[in-house]
């Protein structure tokens, strides 16, 4: 929530928004753009409104909504009902949620890759009613569903894998046309809740709950990027939609990942056309065609595991990406070497760095040009900070030690359902409340902030903290190097020993003392790895960030 302690947002002279009223507002003022460019089909802003009114009153009839107000629930409750997204990317994904918000009903996301007993789990921990999911999942669903009697609204998307629809489920499209295009006598409100779940990589998955009016300011279009500027009225939506030129942009990551709906809703309400792949895993070929086919402008990928197959596409296939001139990434880090090779490509290419988590939203970025690179400096936006390590003050610009990555402002309310855990991300500083994930940082002299990597990833190996994002950059710039994860395991004479478990490019040599010699001109000795496990394959989640559980299976297993 907001740093006021009534979770109103209290942004003194500016209008409240909602995610809802927002999109309504945009479609008005540019009905006839394009919006969405998913395979052959295109929408306008005017047609997705439309759609999504449509799934808003399928939704409210259905007897899903709002039951209780902000004002009467802790910051960890929920007073909506949730709507689980079970789906690849596609048009049907952000009408899920636009859909949703305008019925004031919670949409979370589901990551398509989990098995029986993480489904059932999600579904539970976040008491879902309904689910909008593609086809292909309908065996799975249907196993867990007698475990989730509270689960009774099921809308399946046709994808042409075959699959029957469930019982009681409806076809998505069906009912869509047979509902009221007026929408649902609602009233969406700033405090209706935004929800997106952590991906579970160090524990098990947890529901992040924001305030719309929080997360459209934070990360969704409310502040212009770069003079942080807040959007202060919905006249001035208007204008900028209208002002809009047609900007074009691709996110690559799956739309189940908080950045890659970040991306899109910023694009969205400010009248920029989305444009996604077809295909469900990262096809270069496919990417590099649409930035050509429909004059993309931008692209936003996460780390090296989706960018360095494009560049590598781009270096020997047949491309013209003429209208590409910024190159976004988040959610895991992009190498120098790998920049210097777009850069190298396309040397008018800005790539643009962002800092952020689902409990902070955007926190900072950093711009690399030609002759500019590097990885891991941050400037921050507004409401970043460093923390001390006792959680009692901000530390100054130069202060000598390492902190805790903080934002503060319009930060979320907090976990569904885990006071606790909200309490302990969530603190009080000075009077005010922080959100304070678990990222370690160290505020720079000149202000800026240098992102060292996730606590609960840091190795203590004989006395020291090791930050494995920092091995893994010093690796990964090495050429033979495709990819790579670094993680402890037991030592009898270390306490924990750094492993790194790499992939080498097809047709590389390197050998682990070419690599530990590489990587020693980046970091310290007591740094390197102690052992190196080489595998055909790096294992990533769909959306590129680090597995670090399996890098440890197999770290433990090659003892």
């Avoid at 919006?35 to 306008?44: E, N, Q």
């Avoid at 636009?98 to 539970?124: C, I, Q, S, T, W």
């Avoid at 090779?341 to 800005?350: A, G, H, T, V, Y």
């Avoid at 990533?540 to 597995?547: E, I, L, T, W």
Wanted: proline share 6%; with cysteine; hydrophobic share 40%.
């Amino acid at each position: 929530m907001s740093d006021h302690a009534d979770g109103s947002g209290g942004a003194s002279g500016r209008e409240q928004f909602n995610l809802a009223t927002v999109s309504e507002v945009v479609a008005a003022a540019v009905p006839d753009r394009e919006a969405i460019v998913f395979g052959d089909r295109r929408f306008t802003f005017g047609q997705l409104a439309e759609r999504t009114r449509r799934l808003a009153s399928h939704l409210h009839g259905r007897g899903l909504g709002c039951r209780t107000e902000r004002s009467e629930l802790q910051p960890h409750e929920s007073g909506q009902d949730q709507l689980a997204l079970y789906m690849y990317n596609g048009n049907e994904y952000i009408e899920g949620m636009l859909g949703a918000y305008k019925a004031r009903v919670a949409p979370f996301n589901v990551n398509y890759r989990y098995v029986d007993e993480e489904l059932r789990y999600l579904l539970a921990d976040a008491d879902a009613k309904g689910v909008i999911y593609h086809a292909e999942f309908a065996p799975v669903l249907a196993r867990v569903l007698p475990d989730l009697p509270g689960l009774t609204v099921l809308i399946q998307v046709d994808d042409g894998s075959g699959h029957d629809l469930l019982p009681g489920a409806v076809d998505y499209e069906e009912a869509l046309a047979a509902a009221d295009p007026a929408g649902p006598p609602v009233e969406p409100s700033p405090d209706d809740l935004y929800i997106v779940y952590t991906g579970g990589t160090t524990g098990m998955p947890k529901g992040v709950l924001w305030r719309q009016d929080d997360i459209f300011m934070n990360a969704m279009g409310g502040k212009e990027v770069g003079t942080w500027t807040e959007v202060r009225s919905s006249e001035e939506i208007v204008e900028k939609a209208r002002a809009n030129t047609g900007f074009r942009l691709m996110p690559l990551p799956p739309l189940m990942h908080g950045a890659a709906q970040w991306a899109g809703f910023m694009m969205l309400n400010a009248g920029s056309t989305l444009v996604m792949p077809t295909s469900h895993h990262l096809d270069p070929v496919e990417v590099w065609d649409l930035v050509e086919s429909e004059g993309v402008q931008s692209v936003v990928v996460v780390g090296d595991a989706m960018a360095r197959p494009l560049v590598e596409e781009l270096r020997s296939g047949d491309h013209d990406p003429a209208s590409l001139f910024v190159l976004g990434n988040g959610g895991a880090a992009l190498s120098a070497a790998i920049k210097e090779e777009f850069l190298e490509l396309l040397p008018n290419l800005l790539i643009n760095d962002s800092l952020g988590s689902s409990e902070t939203g955007a926190q900072a970025s950093h711009l690399s040009v030609k002759g500019g690179v590097s990885t891991g400096q941050f400037q921050p936006g507004p409401g970043a900070e460093v923390v001390s390590e006792d959680l009692t003050r901000v530390l100054p610009a130069g202060h000598e030690g390492i902190g805790w990555l903080a934002q503060v402002g319009s930060v979320p309310l907090g976990y569904l359902g885990d006071a606790a855990k909200t309490a302990r991300t969530f603190p009080t500083i000075d009077g005010v409340r922080y959100s304070v994930p678990g990222d370690r940082a160290v505020r720079r002299a000149d202000g800026e902030i240098d992102l060292l990597g996730r606590d609960s990833q840091c190795i203590n190996s004989g006395g020291e903290k090791i930050f494995v994002e920092e091995v893994e950059q010093a690796i990964i710039s090495h050429p033979d190097v495709a990819d790579v994860l670094v993680c402890g395991r037991p030592s009898e004479r270390w306490g924990n020993e750094v492993v790194a478990v790499v992939q080498l490019v097809d047709g590389a040599s390197a050998d682990e003392a070419a690599l530990a010699a590489h990587a020693n001109g980046s970091v310290a000795r007591y740094k390197l790895p102690k052992a190196w496990v080489f595998t055909d394959a790096v294992h990533r989640s769909p959306s590129g960030k680090a597995d670090y559980r399996w890098a440890k299976e197999v770290a433990t297993g090659a003892t």
